[in-house]
Structure formats: C-alpha cells, structure tokens
C-alpha cells in the first residue's frame, strides 16, 4: 500500500514537474543566454571530437550506463529516415536484439566510426562530416572495404551531417545531428 502511494506521488511531482517546464526554461535562459559549452572550448565543429563522444555513447560497457540502448536509438532513427533499401536491417531486430557485444572502432581504415556486432551479424560505418565535404571517392572507398572484410554481415552505411546534406554514394543513407538529439534527449534528460 505505502509502495503504491510513493509511485502516486511520484507520478504527481513528474507530473507538476513537466507542466512547470515552460516556466523552469524561461527562467533558466535568463542564466545562461546563448552560451554553448562546445564553442566557448572551440569544439563546436570540431569533427574528430564529434566522433570520439557518439563512439562514447555507442560503446555498451562505458561509464554512461546506456548499455545498447543508444545504438539502438541510432538503428531506429538510420531506418526511420531512409528508404527501406538502405537499412539492411528491420525495425524489429534493431530494437530487440541485444548489442551488448558491440565493438567500437575509430578510425579503422579512415573510417570516423566503425560498429560492428558479431552476434547479431551487423556492421554500421558512419562518415561523419561538420564543415568539411567528402573527399573523392572517400565513401566508396570505405563500402568496398566493408563489402570485402564483411561479407557476411547486414551492412548499413550512414552520412552524418548537421544539415542532412546529400553523399555522393546513393547506398549511403543520411542521419543528421538533429535526428540524433531528438532521440538522444529521451535518454539525458
């Protein structure tokens, strides 16, 4: 009984909370204006470190303790936002197979993140790209790399850009920084 009022009252404060969050924000901005931590430290567009925070949070031992779940979360959005012939992969598996065995590499062969899942049969390598474009045949350079070193595996290529902007290889799908914080803030705030 005293179990069940504690989640009563718990759902009213998250409740109140949630309603009073206009209010909390408006007073919050009076404090921190337009300040951004990743440019004050001239970070903001800077790619390698980019790509060294989402390795972070793809990575399933580390310290953030979310597991797969951000892996997942990147799955859903990648198949969410392209066309059925570039996810190799269904919406189903992506959310509930387990990746806890998923290895991280940066940098392998140039690639900025290469995931790759032994158990689950599945590769993911993400171009990541801020300011800069894509180098001459950068990305089919990295497929064919894939195609040969894992040809047994789902494979799913992904362009990271701000913006969304287009890769000049078409089996290359497109998932931008705004598609990975709207997804990302369910899990940080």
Known sequence: MARRKN???EKKCLKNLLEDMDDIEERLSKWTGKANIFQILKLSK????HSNFLAFLFAPNEIHNLSD?????FLKRYIDSNDDTKAAINYFDALLNSYE?????????NIDIL???????????IENKILSSESGGQLN?????????????????????????????????????????????????
């Open 7 to 9: 989640m009563i009252d």
């Open 46 to 49: 800077n790619e390698i470190r």
């Open 69 to 73: 779940e951000f892996f997942k979360m």
């Open 101 to 109: 065995d998923l290895i991280v590499y940066r940098e392998n062969k």
């Open 115 to 125: 995931l790759v899942s032994e158990k689950n049969k599945i590769v993911v390598c």
């Open 141 to 189: 350079k990295y497929q064919i790399y894939i195609e040969r070193n894992y040809s047994n595996y789902k494979k799913i290529f992904v362009f990271l850009t701000p913006d969304g902007n287009e890769p000049t290889n078409p089996s290359w799908g497109i998932i931008t920084y705004k598609n990975i914080v709207e997804e990302s803030v369910k899990y940080f705030v």
